[in-house]
Nanobody
Framework: EVQLQASGGGLVQSGGSLRLSCVAS????????IGWFRQAPGKEREGLSC????????TYADSVKGRFSISSDNDKNMVYLQINSLKPEDTAVYYC??????????????????????WGKGTLVTVSS
């Protein structure tokens, strides 16, 4: 059974930071890239970042570049997203997801919601003003 679970969300003040985690199981970790997405109420799901679990290369959306950082621990089948300098507009449910990269090396461009093979359960991040 394929499982991905995001965790580490919470309530933070504007300017604060969190470290989100994603643990994966049920598939060959190195064969996939892991992407982070978020969805705010009434908004479309947005791709934020990705990492290729085989070559370690990363991609970031312009909206979070310089503030968010993705990393992985392949021995633990885990991917992390450090989210810094948070703003109220960052408030959303954050999801991790697995997909087969279209072209390697790398994991970009981040696929749309329809290009994802496996979605994980999300974690809520709320940023107060």
């Amino acid at each position: 059974e394929v499982q991905l679970q995001a965790s580490g969300g919470g309530l933070v003040q504007s300017g604060g930071s969190l470290r989100l985690s994603c643990v994966a199981s049920g598939f060959t970790f190195d064969d996939y890239a892991i992407g982070w997405f978020r969805q705010a109420p009434g908004k479309e799901r947005e791709g934020l970042s990705c990492i290729n679990n085989s070559d370690g290369r990363t991609t970031y959306a312009d909206s979070v570049k310089g503030r968010f950082s993705i990393s992985s621990d392949n021995d633990k089948n885990m991917v992390y997203l450090q989210i810094n300098s948070l703003k109220p507009e960052d408030t959303a449910v954050y999801y991790c997801a697995a997909y087969v990269p279209m072209q390697e090396p790398g994991c970009g461009p981040i696929p749309s919601r329809y290009g994802i093979d496996y979605w994980g359960k999300g974690t809520l991040v709320t940023v107060s003003s």
